[in-house]
T-cell receptor
Framework: NAGVTQTPKFQVLKTGQSMTLQCAQD?????MYWYRQDPGMGLRLIYY???????DKGEVPNGYNVSRLNKREFSLRLESAAPSQTSVYFC??????????????FGNGTRLTVT | GQQLNQSPQSMFIQEGEDVSMNCTSS?????WLWYKQEPGEGPVLLIA?????ELTSNGRLTAQFGITRKDSFLNISASIPSDVGIYFC??????????FGEGTQLTVNP
């Protein structure tokens, strides 16, 4: 049982390049999330998908797009990477995103550097 | 939106000491969660609290949901080196998304 799997683990991009971060969960969870983690700022929500077929902006969505490909997979795309997007990106999933909170399960992160 | 203040930002302690950290919110929360993140990994859930006044333990860890519903505490007793990591609180108000604190970096000296 892998839980939440993210690929790649590390990535270096040049300014202006594009890339897609992949995330898959095998827990049959309905909701999936993308966070970024920067020193001293905790975890900030970029986008989330409350259920298959829906996506919504989080706290810091600018410069990103997402696709909920199916119930299992939720990808994050950077169309034109900027140095400000250097961060550690975490995908997470939960059984449900509404009502009483069901805890998030996180992947191990993608460490992205934009030069 | 909701804001969470987590303190302290960092702690340096000796093995065997007890640890206490807390989070306060500007809003009333219905849920408080505590996570631990070890280097190179994602956060892992330690304790979930769903009721004001609730006190829950997980081994040497104890967390409490404050009576005012605006704060939560995490205590670690008799710390050991493997307790090293970043501890995050997270809270959720009704109808809102989860909000994370900035984390407490814990260092345990053997």
């Amino acid at each position: 049982n892998a839980g939440v799997t993210q690929t790649p683990k590390f990535q270096v991009l040049k300014t202006g390049q594009s890339m897609t971060l992949q995330c898959a969960q095998d827990m049959n969870h309905n909701s999936m999330y993308w966070y970024r983690q920067d020193p001293g700022m905790g975890l900030r929500l970029i986008y989330y998908s409350a259920s298959e077929g829906t996506t919504d902006k989080g706290e810091v969505p600018n410069g990103y797009n997402v696709s909920r490909l199916n119930k299992r997979e939720f990808s994050l795309r950077l169309e034109s990477a900027a140095p400000s997007q250097t961060s550690v990106y975490f995908c997470a999933s939960s059984l449900t995103g509404t009502g009483v909170s069901t805890p998030l399960h996180f992947g191990n992160g993608t460490r992205l550097t934009v030069t | 939106g909701q804001q969470l203040n987590q303190s302290p930002q960092s702690m340096f302690i000796q093995e065997g000491e007890d640890v206490s950290m807390n989070c306060t919110s500007s809003s009333i929360f219905n849920t408080w969660l505590w996570y631990k993140q070890e280097p190179g990994e994602g956060p892992v859930l330690l304790i979930a609290l769903y009721k004001a006044g609730e006190l829950t333990s997980n081994g040497r860890l104890t967390a409490q949901f404050g009576i005012t519903r605006k704060d939560s505490f995490l205590n670690i007793s008799a710390s050991i080196p493997s307790d090293v990591g970043i501890y995050f609180c997270a809270g959720q108000a009704s109808g809102s998304r989860l909000t994370f604190g900035e984390g407490t970096q814990l260092t345990v000296n053997p």
